[in-house]
Structures are given as C-alpha cells and as structure tokens.
C-alpha cells in the first residue's frame, strides 16, 4: 500500500529498515557474539525507523517496579527522547521487563541503538540490586507494520501486556503504561482523542525538523 504524503509515516519509505523484509542469516544481518541476540545492521535502527523494544530484567527478578521507579523511568525517558529526537507512543512496565515503542523524528540525528544504551545505562542505578540482562531485544517495524492501523494495533498490544499478564482488567487502570513525545506532557494514550492528538504532534515535530 502506498502511502500518502498526508499519512503520519509517509517519508520513510527510504529508511533500510523499511525497504524490504530480512531473512535470518541474510548479510544485511549483524552478529555479534554468540552471547547476543542476531541485530540488523546499525542503519536500521536510524533516521525514522520505528522499533518495538523488549528491556528484561536477569532472571526475570521482581521487586524493583513502583510508583518511584516509574517517575525515574519517564523523567531519563524523556531526557532519552530529546537526545536522540525519538518519540515514544506507547510503552508498558512489567514487574519483570519492559516494552518500549519508539519512532525516529529526524534522518540525521535519531539513532535509537545509541539511545538505548544511553537509556539502560541512565536507569541502572534504579534498578539495583536487579540488573539487565546482557542485550534487549528488539523488532524493527517493516513497511506494512508502520502504516497507520497495524502501527496502532501494535500499539495497543504493547498496552494490553499488564491484561494478557492477569495485572488488570483494562490497561487503562494498570499504572505502568503511558508515553513520552517531547514537549507534550500532557499527551496519554488513555484519552479517546489520544491518537489523533499524537499523529499531529509526531507530523509537527518530523516537519519542524525537516524545515
């Protein structure tokens, strides 16, 4: 399908991660060590790229998740953010790991490989005495997963982690879900408008940075 100029993702087309899909083994495919998990080549993860992130805590240990880790994580997320010119739609707290949806706002600047790691190092200290494990994993959204229904749909399925998990009824009564768009504090994927709200903010932000 192609995508309109108006569309929230148009002009990522050209972005590597989009361009077509990678088989397991293929060159473009970058290993490691046999410590870590497979990862795409590092231009994947740049310029407006979107990538769904899983961050697990060793042996899936419990304890370190509360209403002060969460300020802590959305204060660094933020930072995060700004850093990298990242937006965050959706992310999810689980009382052992952590899903994180991310999209790239500029084609120079945003390198989400880099945030993460500036990320997980910022948040280390709230975490003790848990650690993370070695490697977060990651999906790289190809191009039909970032047009506007399945985009959201994988959205929604990060935010319905804490009802799949037996923690809440409704995602919208779990306290660890939100998001983090620079600038706008008072964005909540729990409003009704909330995605209309944030397809125009993150098309301000990419125009802004484009202009």
Not at 44 to 69: C, K, N, P, Q
Not at 163 to 173: H, K
Not at 175 to 193: A, F, K
Request: hydrophobic share 35%; proline share 8%; net charge positive.
């Amino acid at each position: 399908m192609e995508l309109r100029k108006t569309d929230p993702l148009a002009g990522a087309r050209g972005h590597p991660a989009l361009a077509k899909p990678v088989e397991p083994g293929s060159h473009e495919r970058q290993r490691v060590d046999k410590r870590h998990l497979p990862r795409l080549a590092p231009e994947y993860y740049r310029g407006r790229a979107g990538v769904h992130w899983t961050l697990t805590i060793a042996s899936r240990e419990t304890g370190w998740l509360d209403m002060a880790f969460h300020h802590e994580w959305r204060h660094l997320l933020l930072h995060a953010c700004a850093r990298y010119s990242l937006a965050s739609p959706t992310y999810t707290l689980m009382p052992d790991h952590m899903h994180l949806l991310w999209l790239g706002l500029q084609e120079n600047g945003s390198d989400q490989r880099i945030a993460m790691e500036f990320l997980r190092k910022q948040l280390r200290p709230h975490l003790a005495p848990a650690v993370w494990q070695p490697q977060s994993y990651d999906h790289v959204l190809r191009e039909h997963e970032r047009e506007r229904g399945a985009f959201q749909a994988a959205a929604q399925y990060v935010l319905e982690n804490p009802v799949r998990a037996g923690l809440a009824s409704r995602w919208q009564t779990y306290p660890y879900v939100g998001c983090c768009i620079p600038g706008y504090p008072d964005l909540t994927p729990r409003t009704p408008d909330y995605w209309d709200r944030f397809w125009r903010c993150y098309n301000y932000l990419v125009d802004r940075r484009c202009s």
